[in-house]
């Protein structure tokens, strides 16, 4: 038999709070709010806790659990994947997150042209003695109109490309989706992106952005009364950013919020 040397004990009396594997990149099918299984390719760090008399942790078994959770991962099986890196490390607890390219098919609005529009999604989950965690997070582009630029111009208005992250922690049992954050993040700014657009709605998009002007502080406070409205949000985090096009800066807005408190952390 082989020497098992990580499960050597150690003499030294320090406890690690987190040892693991980042940075591997695996296939994985994501559930969405559809019933559906998307494919994609995550980018996974995971990790645990070692005890002080435990000399390391057996790094092969995280990719073991990983594997055989990869074509079934929702809330759910995402909290038992947790779950069961903790359990097959021995260790008091266990963290898993997965960041991934989400693909969604949108139809433009006026032709109906379809297209996959890609957003940025993260999926973190802890589990431990004291219980579970989870976390969404999604990074949405849109496109904002400045309101100021509109109203002091004769002709048109500056407009660039925003972006919207928003990070969610779930009331536990209940089921937030990708696709519900991604829909309220594109309903904060001027308009949506599109992968295709014809003339028809390339025309529609520009005269549907000039009428509903935004600045990122318009954006971050729509996401948060939208999410401080639903029960199912613990609290959450928002942070807008607009790629300025006539300035050399970038313009931002953020802001936190806990059910529990109402306590806005800036």
């Not at 390719?41 to 002080?52: E, H, L, N, R």
């Amino acid at each position: 038999m082989l020497p098992d040397v990580q499960g050597l004990p150690d003499e030294r009396g320090v406890a690690l709070d987190e040892v693991g594997i980042e940075g591997l990149r695996y296939p994985m099918l994501i559930a969405d709010g559809q019933g559906v299984k998307r494919e994609t390719v995550a980018t996974v760090d995971m990790s645990v806790s070692v005890g002080a008399e435990v000399k390391g942790a057996h790094l092969s078994r995280f990719v073991e659990v990983l594997h055989a959770w990869r074509d079934q991962l929702d809330q759910a099986s995402a909290l038992s994947l947790a779950e069961d890196v903790r359990n097959r490390l021995g260790s008091s607890s266990a963290r898993v997150q997965m960041s991934f390219a989400y693909f969604v098919e949108r139809q433009a609005p006026v032709t109906g042209a379809r297209s996959f529009s890609e957003y940025q999604c993260t999926l973190s989950v802890g589990a431990s003695d004291k219980g579970t965690s989870f976390l969404l997070k999604v990074r949405v582009p849109v496109t904002s109109v400045c309101p100021c630029s509109k109203a002091i111009s004769d002709r048109g208005a500056h407009n660039q490309r925003g972006y919207v992250t928003i990070e969610v922690e779930p009331e536990p049992g209940a089921q937030i989706w990708f696709d519900e954050l991604i829909d309220v993040a594109e309903a904060s700014g001027s308009s949506p992106v599109y992968a295709l657009l014809k003339r028809p709605d390339e025309r529609h998009v520009t005269m549907a952005g000039y009428d509903n002007p935004v600045f990122v502080e318009d954006m971050a406070r729509h996401v948060a009364v939208v999410l401080r409205s639903d029960v199912r949000v613990t609290r959450f985090r928002v942070r807008v950013i607009n790629e300025e096009s006539i300035h050399n800066h970038a313009a931002y807005a953020q802001l936190g919020w806990t059910a529990t408190t109402d306590h806005r952390d800036v």
